[in-house]
Nanobody
């Protein structure tokens, strides 16, 4: 499956942005999809994950209550709605996918497929 992340941009602190992850090549509905981010000089970190089957999404503590992950299987797309953005949310955001659910879903290494990333910049 090929992933294409989009929707990044520049926004002021307190604002909102929605990034998208569009998939092609295979039926996306069978994949668990995660969002990660990487700021300059920092390691890639987990942001959110959504399962293909039952079970709720999960979020990093730093974004819980502000970000919402969702999916539209008919459009082969996963979204990350980001509200109340802070300067520390500035990073390149990546989507990633894997077929089987992993208890290590916060680890980038368990994902088989990655999008190219989209830049999100939050100004203070």
């Amino acid at each position: 499956v090929q992933l294409q992340a989009s929707g990044g941009g520049l926004v002021q602190a307190g604002g909102s942005l929605r990034v998208s992850c569009a998939a092609s090549g295979r039926t996306f509905s069978n994949y668990n999809v995660g969002w990660f981010r990487q700021a300059p000089g920092k390691e890639r970190e987990f942001v959110a994950v959504i399962r293909w089957s039952s079970g709720g999404p999960d979020y990093a503590d730093s974004v819980k209550g502000r970000f919402t992950i969702s999916r539209d299987n008919a459009k082969n797309t996963v979204y990350l709605q980001m509200n109340s953005l802070k300067p520390e949310d500035t990073a390149v955001y990546y989507c990633a996918a894997r077929t089987y659910w992993s208890a290590d879903y916060t680890q980038p290494t368990v994902y088989s497929y990655w999008g190219q990333g989209t830049q999100v910049t939050v100004s203070s």
